[in-house]
């Protein structure tokens, strides 16, 4: 497992995390040499199960879980909780730290050689599993996730401000060329699945009606849209330049409370928003502020520059007929 990986500068880190860091970065290090092999590797998207959530699993997710899971055992992570795991696994039990993770985000994306990641979050252990990870996504110790393209990248924060490092495919060595990722406070870029329109809730509805009703519209300029289907991607791009991402709750069965999990995706990530400048929220209230009530709990999730995600907080504030009134009678979507 990749034992040459190193990182370039380790100032930024905390000791007590940095034989952790570098556990994920042994392990992600290979699973990007996987990811690069395609179909030379085998079918890593081949379906093989179904996770507690419902959510289809492939090759390539259990392979990630299993190498994550091995290579930490050998740090001081006590608890182990995995988006592919019913139930927290303990690794040490002499650990003193808890970590969750999304070990292949965006696996439907697998075959089709687009971006996708692994998304992880550190907690101080606590004596009770569950209870390690049922608490205010505010108490974590760091967040962040690996990007498999192209590049392969780490962006990740401990609480003080947002790094980025890229690893060189020679040397394989992560290197930081960004200490303090910053998102513009504007943007005309929005991320989000068109498809479930209809299943939205009336203030998303107007907020992106609003957006594609152009320099038309209340926001007096056009805008685009953007959907790639792995949240590391997006994320990733929104960090880049700036753009907001909702993926609302919505009216089918089991969307009532939104499709991303609290713990493996929106808390790291809220995080990472939040160091570097932006917001993130479940339309309304800051992920930062709530916690996940069990341990594959989901919400709603809205992030990215400030001013748009601030935007459709207010959305949420308006009655509903005039966030209804806000784009007007014609539109794309509008009947």
Same mark, same amino acid.
Request: net charge negative; glycine share 10%.
């Given at each position: ?16 995390? =940095? ?11 290979? =699973? ?15 379906? @093989? ?9 492939? *090759? ?11 290579? =930490? ?11 592919? /795991? &019913? &139930? @927290?696994?303990? =690794?040490? #039990? ?5 970590? *969750? ?29 569950? %209870? ?5 996504? %505010? %108490? ?6 690996? $990007?498999?393209?192209? /590049? ?17 495919? +020679? ?5 930081? @060329? ?13 991320? @989000? ?10 203030? $998303? ?10 320099? &038309? ?27 907001? !991402? ?5 009216? +089918?069965?089991?969307?009532? +409370? ?6 493996? %995706? ?18 309304? &209230? ?11 709990? +989901?919400? #709603?999730?809205? !992030? ?28 794309? !979507?509008?009947?």
């Amino acid at each position: 497992m990749g034992k040459n990986v190193s990182i370039e500068n380790t100032s930024g880190i905390p000791a007590s995390l =940095l034989p952790v860091m570098m556990a994920l970065c042994r392990v992600s290090e290979k =699973l990007a040499q996987t990811i690069a092999d395609g179909e030379l590797s085998g079918n890593l998207g081949e379906a @093989v199960g179904t996770n507690l959530g419902g959510d289809g699993q492939k *090759a390539l997710d259990l392979i990630a879980d299993d190498a994550y899971a091995v290579e =930490l055992k050998s740090t001081g992570v006590r608890w182990y909780a995995s988006e592919e /795991q &019913d &139930d @927290v696994v303990e =690794l040490n #039990p002499m650990g003193d730290l808890a970590l *969750a993770i999304d070990p292949l985000d965006g696996s439907s994306n697998i075959d089709v050689n687009v971006s996708i990641g692994s998304i992880f979050s550190i907690f101080n252990a606590k004596d009770d599993a569950n %209870e390690s990870f049922l608490r205010p996504a %505010e %108490e974590q110790l760091a967040g962040g996730y690996f $990007i498999y393209g192209p /590049q392969t990248g780490l962006v990740v924060t401990f609480g003080n401000g947002t790094l980025k490092f890229l690893m060189d495919s +020679r040397t394989r060595e992560f290197i930081c @060329v960004d200490q303090n990722v910053r998102i513009p406070k504007d943007t005309i870029e929005y991320a @989000v699945n068109a498809s479930n329109y209809r299943h939205w809730p009336q203030p $998303i509805r107007a907020y992106v009606d609003d957006c594609i009703s152009g320099t &038309d519209g209340p926001f007096g300029r056009d805008h685009n849209m953007r959907w790639v289907a792995s949240l590391v991607a997006e994320t990733h791009r929104i960090l880049s330049r700036g753009g907001v !991402f909702l993926y609302p709750q919505d009216s +089918r069965k089991g969307y009532h +409370r939104g499709r991303l999990r609290m713990i493996y %995706e929106c808390a790291p990530i809220a995080f990472l928003i939040e160091q570097a400048g932006g917001k993130a929220t479940d339309g309304i &209230d800051p992920i930062l502020d709530l916690q996940a009530d069990e341990l594959h709990g +989901r919400t #709603p999730f809205v !992030f990215g520059s400030t001013n748009s995600v601030e935007k459709i907080t207010n959305y949420h504030d308006l009655p509903e007929k005039e966030a209804a009134a806000l784009f007007g009678k014609s539109g794309l !979507f509008r009947k």
